[in-house]
């Protein structure tokens, strides 16, 4: 080790504690690595990453929390799902993917992000070599000797520290991708997507349900309470127009789109919207910098597919990082474990993008031979096994190669 690098005070930097960042701090803390992770906001319900919206976990992602300690605080709020059940307005199709035909307890399971927020800043508390640097801006990130700068203001003051590696996991506007040079591509949907949590007068049973209307498709996804939180797509103007709705005619165009599945739509709580697109940094890494999560790429939440994919970047990192120590690596940001990270990346990210970028369009057009078509592809899915298993290992998060994490094994075993 040089004598520079020996001064350098932090193996990692972390830019970014939303729930990917905090995942990668946990992941990598057992490794005896000296990390530090800043973060603009305080976990609460204005946080921008733990906010009341749900997300489904792949089984993979589970088995992440499971490894880092986070799960048995999220286990009482996460509801599992049995089955997805998917249909087109109007058409005939629908397909059902069953956990106990697939022999699983669960396809996936649902919870808010706020406590999984919650759950995982819980962890950092009590987590070793993990500096919370929090609430602090970054500002800007360079590359010094043998480390890379993060400069970011505290308290009305700019201060800076150097890591031997900094991570961007700062959103889908990332400032450090931006600063380091890595440029990232935007495709804007022209759908925003409205959440909102209803009660229905059924109970959901644990089905997660995904209709697609012509006016844009409809996520119901069970809640451990009973009830259910939706995610609604629709067009911008159209998005203005029923966020600005009473609750009632809200539920009633909702019921309209949704049908009767769940008996009636009783009540919905407060709704918020989210603009769509599909975003993709040029790398996943540059000197001394790897990128992760939304920094990374930012999906359609159509599949369910965005942090299960985040959170795969943050344990193939982790990974990737225990190994080369393990094999007598002093230098967290040597090339060769980030190019290694550069190619696995790479791969999951092009499979999960076509996957859900396809089905956007697919159910985004409404030419009427699309439809037909459309309808029989629903049909023969449902009448076709095998077609069934592989959307459901995806959606398991089990396709390609698993991070270790992800399949229950600690970092600091052995391979
Ligand atoms: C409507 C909707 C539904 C979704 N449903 C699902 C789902 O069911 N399943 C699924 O897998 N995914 C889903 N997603 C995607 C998922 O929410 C995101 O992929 C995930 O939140 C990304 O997390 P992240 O930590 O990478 O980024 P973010 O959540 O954007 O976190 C970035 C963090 O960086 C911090 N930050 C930013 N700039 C700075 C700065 N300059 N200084 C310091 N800190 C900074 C922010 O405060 C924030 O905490 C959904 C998305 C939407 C919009």
Not at 71 to 94: K, L
């Amino acid at each position: 080790m040089s004598e520079a690098a020996a001064t350098v005070p932090y193996d990692v930097a972390i830019a970014g504690g939303g729930l990917v960042g905090a995942s990668l701090a946990l992941a990598l803390a057992p490794l005896g690595l000296r990390i530090a992770l800043v973060e603009a906001a305080v976990p609460g319900a204005a946080h921008p990453s733990f906010d009341e919206r749900t997300t489904a976990l792949a089984n993979g992602t589970v088995r992440v929390f499971r490894s880092l300690g986070v799960w048995r605080d999220m286990e009482r709020e996460a509801t599992p799902i049995r089955r997805i059940h998917v249909s087109d307005q109007g058409r005939f199709g629908s397909a059902r993917i069953d956990a106990a035909e697939q022999g699983l307890e669960a396809l996936g399971y649902v919870l808010p992000n706020r406590v999984i927020g919650a759950a995982l800043w819980a962890g950092l508390g009590t987590a070793s070599g993990v500096d919370v640097v929090a609430p602090a801006q970054v500002a800007g990130s360079e590359l010094a000797a043998d480390a890379r700068l993060l400069r970011f203001e505290r308290e009305g003051s700019a201060k800076a520290l150097a890591a031997r590696l900094v991570v961007a996991a700062d959103g889908v506007a990332s400032l450090v991708r931006e600063q380091a040079g890595v440029g990232a591509e935007h495709w804007a949907y022209e759908q925003t997507a409205v959440t909102a949590t209803i009660t229905t007068q059924r109970f959901h049973d644990h089905v997660a349900y995904e209709r697609f209307t012509a006016e844009g498709p409809i996520a119901v996804l069970p809640l451990a309470d009973g009830r259910c939180g939706i995610v609604w797509t629709r067009r911008p103007e159209e998005a203005g127009r029923v966020l600005a709705l009473d609750d009632a005619a809200f539920l009633a165009e909702l019921q309209r789109a949704f049908g009767f599945r769940l008996g009636r739509l009783l009540r919905v709580g407060a709704r918020h919207a989210y603009p769509l697109a599909l975003s993709r940094s040029a790398a996943h890494t540059g000197e001394r910098l790897a990128i992760v999560g939304n920094a990374a790429q930012s999906l359609h939440p159509i599949a369910g597919q965005g942090f299960n994919l985040g959170l795969r970047d943050a344990a193939s990192l982790a990974e990737v990082l225990a190994d080369a120590r393990a094999a007598g690596e002093t230098d967290a940001g040597a090339a060769a474990p980030l190019a290694a990270y550069s190619r696995w990346r790479e791969e999951d990210r092009r499979g999960i993008v076509a996957f859900t970028d396809g089905l956007v369009r697919l159910f985004g057009n409404p030419l009427g031979v699309v439809r037909g078509l459309r309808s029989a592809g629903l049909l023969a899915f449902d009448a076709f096994p095998p077609a069934k298993s592989a959307l459901s290992r995806l959606s398991v998060g089990a396709a390609g190669r698993v991070p270790r994490l992800a399949r229950g094994v600690p970092l600091t075993e052995a391979r």
